[in-house]
């Protein structure tokens, strides 16, 4: 029985299913509609949801399916692609994060002075979803909180701070949750959206 992780279970890889996990028609079912929005048969992992019934992978990328996805772009064109690499960071991004960039094939980041605080620290990032609230992560050691898209929704984030937190393109900027939340932040504190 391979390792269930997350409630999710790896069942495709190396251009063939996983021997160790029974194939039933419902994973078979998911795995080619999986295909069916990637478009062609996968070069990379493709693991099963058990609860939700449905097959997800790294090649459901923003090009496969804007409605559901989670890479911009796939790796071998993560620097290169037009909409999303290097020239979207230095254009979107180098008026407020500097153009003083490192770049790999996996990451581009960029050096901001006001992160330094971070470095060599712990830190807990936490999600503002449902599992935030099953899980007991108050008692962690950590230094600083992370979060993102709509932590602010969390009381228990709120009760103890998020230090650094990005706001994804499904928070709406015009909510009166959000609005009144940046509201209550301290007046020198700087954001940028």
Same mark, same amino acid.
């Given at each position: 029985?391979?390792?269930?992780?997350?409630? =999710?279970?790896?069942?495709?890889?190396?251009?063939?299913?996983?021997? /160790?996990? /029974?194939?039933?028609?419902?994973?078979?079912?998911?795995?080619?509609? !999986?295909?069916?929005?990637?478009?062609?048969?996968?070069?990379?992992?493709?693991?099963? %949801?058990?609860?939700?019934?449905? =097959? $997800?992978?790294?090649?459901?990328? $923003? !090009?496969?399916?804007?409605? /559901?996805?989670?890479?911009?772009?796939?790796?071998?064109?993560?620097?290169?692609?037009?909409?999303? #690499?290097? %020239?979207?960071?230095?254009?979107?991004?180098?008026? !407020?994060?500097?153009?003083?960039?490192?770049?790999?094939?996996?990451?581009? &980041?960029?050096?901001?002075?006001?992160?330094?605080?971070?470095?060599?620290?712990?830190?807990?990032?936490?999600?503002?979803?449902?599992?935030?609230?099953?899980?007991?992560?108050? /008692?962690?050691?950590?230094? !600083?909180?992370?979060?993102?898209?709509?932590?602010?929704?969390?009381?228990?984030?709120?009760?103890? #701070?998020?230090?650094?937190?990005?706001?994804? #393109?499904?928070?709406? &900027? %015009?909510?009166?949750?959000?609005?009144?939340?940046? %509201?209550?932040?301290?007046?020198?504190?700087?954001?940028? $959206?």
């Amino acid at each position: 029985m391979p390792k269930i992780w997350n409630d =999710c279970v790896k069942v495709y890889e190396n251009d063939d299913f996983i021997d /160790d996990y /029974d194939i039933d028609r419902n994973i078979f079912t998911a795995w080619q509609r !999986y295909v069916n929005v990637i478009r062609h048969e996968p070069a990379s992992s493709v693991w099963y %949801d058990i609860k939700a019934k449905r =097959c $997800f992978g790294s090649e459901q990328d $923003f !090009y496969a399916n804007p409605n /559901d996805f989670s890479f911009f772009s796939q790796k071998q064109d993560f620097t290169s692609n037009q909409h999303w #690499g290097i %020239d979207h960071v230095v254009r979107n991004f180098s008026n !407020y994060l500097g153009s003083d960039m490192k770049i790999t094939d996996e990451y581009i &980041l960029q050096t901001i002075n006001e992160f330094q605080k971070f470095k060599d620290k712990k830190i807990l990032i936490v999600g503002g979803g449902p599992t935030a609230k099953d899980v007991n992560w108050q /008692d962690a050691e950590f230094d !600083y909180i992370w979060s993102c898209t709509k932590f602010y929704l969390n009381e228990e984030l709120n009760n103890v #701070g998020v230090d650094l937190a990005t706001i994804g #393109g499904n928070v709406d &900027l %015009d909510n009166p949750e959000f609005n009144e939340f940046i %509201d209550t932040l301290p007046s020198d504190l700087s954001l940028s $959206f």
